[in-house]
């Protein structure tokens, strides 16, 4: 991957970006420091398809989706059976 300052992509925007589409993701950087990387979009399609989803995304699908119970109407709807209490006299 090519590396690339703020100033260079800034100044080279249209190369750098029909690089990432026509090679490789490119790679900006800022004081030194790896802050970006552009890239193309069949690249960026192909990477999210590959991701897994997380935890949060998959308790909010419809397939996560069901109904409990609910406990208080079947306890509601129970018999109660009531007991003689013995007679101490």
Known sequence: MMTWTVQNAKAKFSELLEKSIQSEPQIVTKHGQKVAVVL??????????????????????????????????????????????PNFD
């Open 40 to 85: 193309s979009i069949e690249e960026w399609e192909r990477l999210k398809s590959q991701s897994k989803p997380s935890l949060k995304q998959l308790l909010l699908t419809e397939s996560a989706r069901f109904d409990l119970p609910d406990i208080r109407q079947e306890q509601h709807n129970k018999v109660i059976k009531r007991r003689e209490v």
